[in-house]
């Protein structure tokens, strides 16, 4: 092969892959796993005389590489320091490829469309240029070192001062924990997790602003980072996300602050500026966080409810949230609005929002509906669980929220495998679907007669 032709294979193969970018994501993440759970095998990883179990290490990979933070076993007495130290590479390792490849596939379909199109789409982001690549990793760079090296000194000086931890210690347990709640992975040092600090704030508002920053996406923060005010100047990406995200916390903190406020088993007993910190932290939380100061086998069932609506929705795009994402959300409430109100055009800030984004965004919330549904019907046949239990249990996984109401261990090993399956879909499985359809466009010549069934 002369070298002209072997140039233009390569420039076809790149173009195959740039077409169908779903399969290098799904291997690449395999990949990981694998890698993960090949490390985890070693007898190092494990704690005491016994070696890690296959299916432990592979669930724990998993749920790292994904930041969910399910966990089939206690991670702080299960796995060896060492143990620990691969985990915490495993949720940074998945953290940052999620929101690296979120992004750069964005970059990937803008460059696909045409130039007027393009240039909307950078304007209406208003953070990266067309196809700046490099602009995009090293932001991701140094908005991770940033928030995460403040976080940890944060939580290690709170630890060292306040809870009389050794300075060695106090170091490792505020970075772990600020690189989990940055990345909203879910893993914590402590058995409880954040529980023995519900009333500190000093712990646990440090632990929601990075799960706040982690979770509202990369675009957002790259454009906050460059200008924060004023507000009217922000695209319509970082409007839809902050407004969502910040509506759904007050939403979420009214109702699960209400809900607990007389419940002994998690607020009830607490003084009451440790409830309403403690419903804030609910409300945070299942935006993908996993991270908890309360028993949530001790919930109520409208508690439960609240917040698998919370997990269903998740983060921001491009973020390491899951769920359907924040902007789904709030395009699916301006649709509903203009249709209800007659309007022809989905309308926000003097913007109008074109309908493949809005078929795009139902497409999302639609099969994701489905899954949830398929799955916790799986669920409830293979635990005997309950219904809304079944339900919080399959979205926790598949929105990689990393909540549980059973206790993830308890559950039959039948059970692990379908969270394996959600928490590995629920990652990956929104991003590639949006791109896949993004990419799919294409302009059509002809359109046929107009139908109008009845619906309703």
Request: charge should be positive; glycine fraction near 12%; include cysteine.
């Amino acid at each position: 092969m002369s070298t002209l032709e072997s140039q233009e294979f390569g420039r076809r193969r790149r173009r195959r892959l740039s077409d169908r970018p779903g399969p290098a994501i799904v291997l690449g993440f395999a990949g990981v796993i694998a890698l993960g759970t090949v490390v985890l095998l070693l007898p190092v990883s494990r704690a005491g005389a016994q070696s890690p179990s296959l299916f432990d290490a592979f669930f724990t990979a998993t749920s790292a590489v994904s930041v969910t933070g399910l966990t089939s076993v206690d991670t702080p007495t299960y796995w060896s320091s060492f143990g620990h130290v691969m985990i915490l590479v495993l949720c940074q390792a998945g953290g940052f490829g999620i929101m690296a490849l979120a992004s750069l596939l964005g970059l990937l379909v803008t460059k696909r469309l045409g130039l007027r199109s393009r240039l909307t789409a950078v304007a209406e982001t208003n953070t990266v240029g067309l196809g700046e690549v490099r602009e995009v990793l090293f932001g991701l760079i140094k908005v991770t070192v940033v928030i995460e090296g403040v976080l940890a000194v944060v939580l290690t000086l709170r630890l060292w001062l306040g809870y009389d931890e050794p300075l060695g210690r106090a170091a490792w347990y505020g970075l772990f924990h600020a690189v989990s709640s940055f990345n909203n992975s879910g893993f914590s040092l402590w058995s409880d997790s954040l529980g023995r600090f519900v009333g500190d704030p000093l712990i646990v508002l440090p632990a929601c602003v990075g799960v706040f920053l982690g979770s509202i996406g990369l675009p957002v923060l790259l454009e906050l980072r460059k200008r924060v005010l004023p507000v009217r100047e922000w695209s319509l990406h970082t409007k839809m996300t902050l407004g969502g995200w910040v509506a759904l916390l007050l939403l979420g903190w009214v109702a699960l602050t209400a809900f607990e406020w007389t419940n002994p088993a998690t607020l009830g007993g607490e003084p009451v500026a440790t409830r309403l910190l403690g419903g804030f932290t609910m409300s945070v939380m299942p935006r993908s966080a996993g991270l908890t100061t309360v028993d949530y086998g001790a919930i109520t069932g409208e508690s439960a409810l609240v917040t698998t609506i919370l997990m269903f929705i998740g983060g921001g795009a491009a973020s390491a949230g899951g769920g359907i994402k924040v902007t789904t959300w709030v395009l699916l409430g301006l649709v509903i609005l203009a249709e209800v109100r007659g309007q022809r055009d989905v309308e926000l800030t003097g913007r109008r929002i074109g309908d493949r984004t809005q078929r795009q965004a139902l497409a999302v919330a639609t099969l994701t509906l489905t899954i949830l549904l398929v799955a916790t019907l799986a669920m409830m046949a293979l635990t005997g669980l309950d219904l809304e239990v079944a339900a919080f249990e399959t979205a926790s996984a598949f929105t990689t929220a990393g909540l549980s109401i059973v206790g993830t261990p308890e559950l039959p090993r039948s059970a692990h495998v379908l969270l394996v399956v959600l928490m590995f879909v629920g990652r990956i499985g929104a991003m590639t679907l949006v791109s896949a359809l993004a990419l799919r466009d294409r302009p059509t010549l002809y359109r046929y007669p107009e139908g109008r069934p009845l619906i309703g």
